[in-house]
């Protein structure tokens, strides 16, 4: 399978405990997005990377949202002391090529207890 | 900033019959790029259809259409030959700014009755 790859698929947590996802984007593509989506609402953008460097972070995440992409390959999205408002898919894309399209993972699912 | 709005939560079509699915937008961007996108039941977001701003011809994709009104800032999506697969959630989405960052809309809930 060639395409974005998301791990764990499901996570539940206790509130206050930290959760990481990570993301395998198609090998080629050099830009990497994370995006959060909750029941019922279109995808919310929360931070790009272009190749290791992480250019743009949305104004709405809080500083209890990290992520990183080191070499430029996969990328890791950590959330400490989590809240039950984050309860939500985590959905993680990549793009690239002549054509530059996006192309999205399964997401990874976050319930916070 | 960018926004998409759909204004139709919900829309049924039945099998084999045409349905449309209405988008507008507002950008101040000169370039950008429009997208139907499609999430299923399974969850996973699937591009649909991809037009460029500065094309006039109306993308096509098999039974996927689009018209796109670029003064009035519309972007509708045509689905022919309807199939039980169609049924999924669909999102109209613009890029914003040189990162080509994804703007979704609300999104249109699609029924296919057979």
């Known amino acids: 399978d060639t395409g974005v790859s998301q791990d764990p698929r499901h996570k539940i947590t206790k509130r206050g405990q930290n959760v990481t996802f990570r993301c395998d984007p198609i090998s080629e593509h050099n830009r990497l997005y994370w995006y959060r989506q909750t029941l019922g609402q279109g995808p919310e953008f929360l931070t790009y990377?272009?190749?290791?460097?992480?250019?743009?972070k949305s104004r709405l995440l809080s500083d209890r949202f990290s992520a990183e992409r080191p070499k430029g390959s996969f990328s890791t999205l950590e959330i400490q002391r989590t809240e039950q408002g984050d309860s939500a898919m985590y959905l993680c894309?990549?793009?690239?090529?002549?054509?530059?399209?996006?192309?999205f993972g399964e997401g990874s699912w976050l319930t916070v207890v | 900033a960018q926004t998409v709005t759909q204004s139709q939560p919900e829309m049924s079509v039945q099998e084999a019959e045409t349905v449309t699915l209405s988008c507008t937008y507002d950008t101040s961007e000169s370039d950008y790029y429009l997208f139907w996108y499609k999430q299923p039941p399974s969850r996973q977001m699937i591009l649909v259809i991809r037009q460029e701003a500065y094309k006039q011809q109306n993308a096509t994709e098999n039974r996927f259409s689009v018209n796109f009104q670029k003064a009035a800032k519309s972007f509708s999506l045509k689905i022919s030959d309807s199939q039980l697969g169609d049924a999924a959630m669909y999102f109209c989405v613009i890029t914003q700014g040189g990162s080509e960052k994804l703007v979704f809309g609300k999104g249109t809930k699609l029924t296919v009755n057979p």
């Open positions: 990377f272009q190749n290791e460097a992480q250019l743009e």
């Open positions: 894309a990549s793009g690239g090529g002549w054509r530059n399209t996006i192309y």
